[in-house]
């Protein structure tokens, strides 16, 4: 199962259960005598035990919570096809006194399945009828969420957590009240949000932050690097008592922006701090399997795919223009994204110049870039295809232009294109999806174009962290590089030349990985629903 909420014992001795995030409800017959490890006998809202498909069809379920049965339809000794009367309680919001019920005709079959001990089966029984109660009985509001996200805006990635979680937020808790708690939203990106999420509110300023600290039900953290609003999160804690979640972060022992290994005694605060969660969800396994060996104790830990997967902003007129300025067709051309081993934002903002950091740089920016120089001298020779060099953060137009379109033979030149300015998120994800393809030393705008169904290939290296795991996560391992072996360096040109000279395959690998990432979006929201409710 997967989060078993909602329970039913009926007068003929049987036991539904709502298999949430399953999107389905099982039936359990003679539940007095049944044992450890007993299959169930039915399932109701799917097709087969295999299936967890969320609809709204008079057939299908989407998050059912509770329940009970109708006596009269006799569920017990119903044929095989005949219908009985199942009831199912639809959860709109944080307790809120709401309820949707429909009739579903259920279809009777047998399967083995792995059942919660009856010890805890009845122990969740209770917990979950309580919950029940309140759930009816509370409060007719909806729940109130605030959103501890937006990180800083010099990075397409960066602004694309907070519209990514929003979506999911609109798509699995329509009716739920959202708050955003942002720590940048300069350069166009508030009008950016609120014109995508009309009805968002933004706290910003003491006053409005107080005020959502009093009418907010719960916290969570959004999508990023690390726990990078830990401290926030702990006063949230402290102040309200509330509860909070984190979704879709990365655990990093040295943090990408940084050149030594975080010290114990901090990273131990943040597992105190992990561990007090409602759930955590990782963005890669390997952060997962970190918090687990170093003790983190929330009681839901699994994978979860970065918020920004979800992101639909668009800017169709900006794109439009820009690829006709520069004879740019859709399906006609890969994007391909360059990145230093250290982000050098000495450049745009008021730090001092890090000598480390850049003596890293020197050293690899030339291995680091040969590969994807040697991919676009194949693509201009072996198929029609253009290059747009494009920047997925402020620096990166300038990076592009000194180790690849610098170092290109003239006579391909003018095949490829070189953008020489930022852009922000929309613009950027609606010339993505006119692209064939997308490859590069960044992260979230192959995670972006995945989320949209658009090839996309990862390279990484240490200093990215373990982030870039999160394609073998979803099925994507072998468009996945590591260019600290030279192996990896060397196959890069060929896979970007298979994904070019065949875009059908490329697209239907990408829709694999999207079909596995919207899999764990409806379970993990799933999971921030039961919590809401409970």
């Known amino acids: 199962m997967n989060s078993p909420i909602g329970v039913f014992v009926d007068a003929a001795d049987n036991l539904w259960v709502a298999d949430s995030s399953n999107q389905r409800v099982l039936k359990f017959a003679a539940v007095s005598g049944l044992s450890n490890g007993a299959a169930a006998t039915a399932v109701l809202g799917q ?33 095989v096809g005949s219908a009985t009367r199942f009831w199912t309680r639809r959860f709109f919001a944080g307790g809120g006194g709401c309820l949707s019920w429909q009739q579903h005709p259920i279809r009777f079959m047998l399967a083995e399945m792995t059942s919660l001990s009856r010890r805890s089966l009845l122990t969740r029984l209770g917990l979950a009828l309580g919950a029940t109660a309140v759930g009816v009985h509370a409060a007719d509001r909806p729940a109130r969420i605030l959103l501890r996200s ?59 932050l107080e005020a959502a600290f009093a009418d907010c039900d719960f916290l969570l953290h959004g999508s990023g690097p690390s726990l990078v609003a830990q401290k926030d999160v702990v006063r949230w804690s402290e102040a309200t008592g509330k509860p909070y979640g984190v979704y879709g972060i990365t655990l990093p022992k040295k943090g990408s922006a940084s050149t030594t290994e975080t010290p114990d005694e901090i990273f131990q605060k943040t597992i105190a701090v992990l561990s007090g969660a409602r759930f955590v969800f990782f963005r890669d396994s390997h952060s997962l399997a970190l918090a687990r060996a170093e003790g983190c104790t929330s009681p839901v830990m699994e994978f979860g795919p970065d918020g920004a997967f979800a992101c639909d902003l668009k800017d169709d007129e900006k794109a ?66 253009k290059i747009l060099l494009c920047p997925e953060d402020r620096t990166q137009m300038q990076v ?37 393809g997308l490859f590069g030393n960044e992260m979230h705008s192959p995670i972006m174009c995945i989320g949209q169904g658009i090839p996309a290939i990862v390279c990484r290296w240490s200093e990215q962290t373990s982030k870039g795991y999160m394609w073998e996560d979803i099925g994507l391992g072998e468009w ?42 409806r379970e993990t929201m799933a999971v921030l629903a039961n919590e809401l409710e409970a």
């Open 47 to 79: 097709p087969d035990f295999l299936t967890s498909i969320p609809t709204t069809s008079p057939t299908g379920m989407r998050l059912p919570r509770s329940m009970t049965v109708d006596e009269g339809g006799d569920a017990a000794g119903t044929p």
């Open 150 to 208: 937006s990180w800083q805006t010099v990075n397409i990635g960066d602004i694309a957590h907070t519209p990514g979680v929003l979506h999911l937020l609109e798509q699995h808790l329509p009716d739920a009240e959202i708050t955003l708690w942002p720590s940048l939203l300069d350069n166009g990106v508030d009008e950016l949000l609120m014109t995508r999420f009309p009805k968002l509110k933004i706290a910003q300023g003491a006053e409005a």
């Open 320 to 385: 439009t223009a820009f690829l006709r300025a520069n004879d740019l067709e859709e399906g006609k051309f890969l994007c391909c994204i360059p990145r230093l081993r250290y982000t050098p934002y000495w450049l745009i903002k008021n730090l001092p110049r890090d000598e480390v950091k850049q003596a890293r740089n020197d050293e690899k920016k030339e291995q680091d870039h040969a590969p994807h120089i040697e991919a676009i001298k194949r693509v201009i020779a072996e198929t029609d295809l």
């Open 400 to 436: 592009g232009k000194d180790v690849i379109y610098d170092l290109l033979p003239d006579e391909i030149k003018d095949r490829v294109v070189w953008r020489p300015d930022y852009w922000l998120t929309g613009e950027a994800l609606s010339v993505y999806v006119r692209s064939a």
């Open 480 to 521: 996945l590089f590591d260019f600290d072996k030279e192996a990896d360096r060397a196959r890069l040109p060929d896979t970007v030349i298979a994904m070019a000279k065949d875009p059908a395959a490329a697209k239907a690998k990408a829709a694999e990985g999207r079909l596995a990432v919207e899999k764990r979006q």
